[in-house]
């Protein structure tokens, strides 16, 4: 994986969120099924940068070691994988407006959990399941629906206050 960088204007605040993430011992690393570009069967490999969001997160990306930068995968594969979270990265065309609203990602998270087989997946079993605006590939601003702990109300976060809504996240 290449170095990583901290792009122009990117918050001073929240350097020492990701430095705090490095430190985490891969053995400790939640794995996580980063499904990319609006599909659940492309994921991202070790030289993406889905797989940077996953790592800088605090996350083992299960796909890291796959063969190519933007793998398609089997929904057989997630399967055996038994990820213990699952991020997906919504696609423009998949909204009606700038941003999606908490209804449509409600909808592609319940579209996703009832996924043929998911039922068994660890993530999908303690609700760990999140979407995101796809935009949050070029900055923080963007949006993520998911519960913030197990047990509470899913919740949109404006990455506008990245300092604070981080922390709701840093488990992941």
């Given at each position: 994986m290449k170095?990583?960088?901290?792009?122009t204007g990117f918050p001073d605040t929240m350097i020492p969120f990701f430095d705090r993430t490095e430190t985490i011992p891969d053995e400790d690393r939640p794995?996580?099924?980063?499904?990319?570009?609006?599909?659940?069967?492309?994921?991202?490999n070790r030289d993406s940068t889905g797989n940077i969001r996953v790592v800088k997160a605090g996350g083992r990306n299960i796909a890291a070691d796959l063969p190519t930068k933007v793998p398609?995968?089997?929904?057989?594969w997630v399967i055996e994988q038994n990820p213990e979270i699952i991020v997906y990265s919504m696609s423009q065309e998949q909204y009606n407006a700038t941003t999606p609203?908490?209804?449509?990602m409600e909808a592609k998270r319940d579209e996703i959990m009832s996924l043929p087989g998911f039922e068994d997946i660890d993530a999908v079993k303690t609700g760990r399941v999140y979407i995101t605006d796809i935009k949050m590939a070029s900055g923080l601003k963007g949006t993520v629906y998911g519960p913030n702990q197990p047990g509470a109300k899913p919740s949109t976060i404006p990455y506008e206050d990245s300092e604070v809504k981080l922390?709701?996240?840093s488990t992941i």
């Open positions: 170095p990583w960088k901290w792009p794995e996580v099924y980063f499904m990319s570009m609006g599909h659940f069967d492309w994921t991202a398609h995968v089997d929904m057989e609203t908490i209804e449509e922390t709701e996240y």
